[in-house]
């Protein structure tokens, strides 16, 4: 059984940044795609950024694209989301998802909830004007 923490949420500023961390821990594996997604009010279900913890190709949403990186830390199990140039519209509840045997972590951004296995409980990201 995999567990999924994230961290990092708060308030800030329109144009602020903000770094989220997420925690793979359990069963572990020699690689797994861990995905960034967010759910604001009313709205889907979104996929952000992924990334392949033994590997170095990563994967955005884009709406994201320019102003969103996700970074791992193999040895940690561990993804980042730093987030720049913070805008009202990415007011969400932020949440990591992990699957060691997801095939696509590029098509998982997509498909969500249908195909990533294992997800934190969220942190929320509040800009404001």
């Known amino acids: 059984q995999v567990q999924v923490a994230e961290s990092g949420g708060g308030s800030v500023e329109a144009g602020g940044s903000l770094r989220l961390s997420c925690v793979a821990s359990g069963a572990t594996y020699a690689d797994h795609c861990m995905g960034w997604f967010r759910q604001a009010p009313g709205k889907e279900l979104e996929g952000l950024a992924a990334?392949?913890?033994?590997?170095?190709?990563?994967y955005y949403g884009d709406s994201v694209k320019g102003r969103f990186t996700i970074t791992r830390d193999a040895a940690k199990n561990t993804v980042y989301l730093q987030m720049n140039n913070l805008k009202p519209e990415d007011t969400a509840m932020y949440y990591c998802a992990a699957d060691p045997y997801l095939q696509s972590c590029e098509k998982g951004l997509n498909r969500g909830r249908d195909v990533f296995g294992y997800w934190g409980q969220g942190t929320r990201v509040t800009v404001s004007s």
């Open positions: 990334v392949y913890t033994a590997g170095d190709s990563t």
